[in-house]
């Protein structure tokens, strides 16, 4: 899981509850990553960022936010506008440019919502 | 538009067996393509990538890919299967939304490949 951390691993929340999912990296990458992974429909980007203070909607960015204050940083907001927020949430981090553009990913946090 | 096509949704193989997950694409430009490969309730792991060069390309746990530039293809292959293999397997190419200048990753669903003694 490289050097991205997310915590925690298993979430739970009542209905109407909004949720922040923490992300931080220390392998000095510029750009970071929100997926979303639900079971048979493979992974759905949510929010990406380039640089701090600056991010872009993903496929399905309704119902969620993000800040990007710091550059090790990048946690995301599930809100309650967010219709089905049950999932698994994984982020990532890459190089912004050049040929080592692979993403690392973190372990991952799971949220139950009720 | 780009895009990734994994058109198995599971496969499977006996051990020391070789095994092949498919991989279509579609995307403008040159293709920079990847693999990675999670197991369950983990994040994924990166496998191996084509960006350019020779189009067998050797990666992590004794995996390789072939790119195939007029069938748009980057099958993932390894010549002896383990039961350790068994996961979840994603493709994925690099492409641009309109008016960005980051690049990002478009996934396929993801294939699962069972691995049996």
């Known amino acids: 899981d490289g050097g991205i951390t997310q915590s925690p691993k298993y979430l739970f929340r009542k209905e109407g509850q909004n949720v922040t999912l923490s992300c931080e990296q220390n392998?000095?990458?510029?750009?970071m990553y929100w997926y979303r992974q639900d079971p048979g429909q493979g992974l759905r980007l949510i929010y990406y960022?380039?640089?701090?203070?600056?991010?872009q909607k993903g496929d399905i960015a309704e119902g969620y936010s993000v800040s990007r204050e710091k550059k090790e940083s990048f946690p995301l907001t599930v809100t309650s506008a967010q219709k089905n927020p049950t999932a698994f949430y994984l982020c990532?981090?890459?190089?912004?440019?050049?040929?080592?553009?692979?993403?690392?990913f973190g372990p991952g946090t799971r949220l139950t919502v009720t | 538009a780009q895009s990734v096509a994994q058109p198995e949704d599971q496969v499977n193989v006996a051990e020391g067996n070789p095994l092949t997950v498919k991989c279509t694409y579609s995307?403008?430009?040159?293709?920079?393509l990847f693999w990675y490969v999670q197991y369950p309730n983990r994040g994924l792991q990166f496998l191996l990538k084509?960006?350019?060069?020779?189009?067998l390309v050797k990666g992590s746990y004794g995996f390789e890919a072939e790119f195939n530039k007029s069938q748009t293809s980057f099958h993932l292959k390894k010549p002896s299967a383990l039961v350790s293999d068994s996961a979840l397997y994603f493709c994925?190419?690099?492409?641009?939304?309109?008016?960005?200048?980051?690049?990002?990753?478009?996934f396929g669903r993801g294939t699962q490949l069972t691995v049996w003694p």
């Open positions: 392998l000095n990458h510029d750009a």
């Open positions: 994925a190419v690099r492409g641009f939304d309109r008016g960005s200048t980051l690049g990002r990753l478009y």
């Open positions: 084509y960006i350019t060069g020779d189009n």
């Open positions: 995307v403008s430009g040159n293709p920079y």
């Open positions: 960022s380039q640089i701090v203070n600056d991010f």
């Open positions: 990532a981090s890459s190089a912004r440019q050049g040929p080592n553009y692979e993403q690392y």
